[in-house]
């Protein structure tokens, strides 16, 4: 409806954030979002991450305060797939 209202040409995706793939909540909601035809959902997801909590309060971006967590790893995943969308 916003992109109706606002802009026809506006591209949406939806990504799924704070994710913990070992609760059953989390993967139910992410399946929810991949089975509605409406919405298009990224295939990145971004795991939760205590990391990714503590970046902001020390005022260091999350891909320096903890490169190789899994949070910043997903960031970059989504990176590649947003390239890989617009090439």
């Known amino acids: 409806a916003a992109r109706r209202r606002l802009n026809p040409a506006l ?3 939806v990504l799924p954030c704070r994710v913990d793939p070992r609760t059953r909540l989390s ?13 298009h959902t990224l295939r990145s ?9 503590e ?3 020390s005022r260091v971006p999350l891909l320096t305060y903890a490169p190789d ?15 890989e969308r617009s090439l």
């Open 69 to 83: 967590n899994a949070a910043s790893m997903d960031y970059r995943s989504l990176a590649r797939e947003i390239l």
């Open 27 to 39: 993967r139910a909601l992410v399946e929810r979002l991949e089975q509605d035809e409406e919405l």
């Open 45 to 53: 997801r971004i795991r939760e991450s205590v990391k990714a909590r």
């Open 11 to 13: 591209s949406m995706a």
């Open 55 to 57: 970046a902001p309060a």
